[in-house]
């Protein structure tokens, strides 16, 4: 990996934006992007009638 030198007024738009990633790298990127994302599961509570007596 190597970081570019500083370049002062540099047109950013002109500069490869690509780099080399493993897929597997990839793929765990965009499932936690999706995870990041996705809405709140609703969580489900427990009433007296759903409760097991033993």
């Not at 597997?24 to 409760?51: D, N, Y």
């Given at each position: 990996?190597?970081?570019?030198?500083?370049?002062?007024?540099?047109?950013?738009?002109?500069?490869?934006?690509?780099?080399?990633m493993?897929?597997?790298?990839?793929?765990?990127?965009?499932?936690?992007?999706?995870?990041?994302?996705?809405?709140?599961?609703?969580t489900?509570?427990?009433?007296?009638?759903?409760?097991?007596?033993?």
């Amino acid at each position: 990996m190597s970081i570019k030198e500083e370049a002062p007024g540099a047109d950013l738009l002109t500069l490869p934006r690509t780099i080399a990633m493993p897929l597997i790298t990839l793929g765990a990127t965009i499932a936690a992007l999706v995870k990041a994302t996705a809405p709140p599961v609703p969580t489900r509570t427990l009433t007296s009638r759903h409760k097991r007596w033993h």
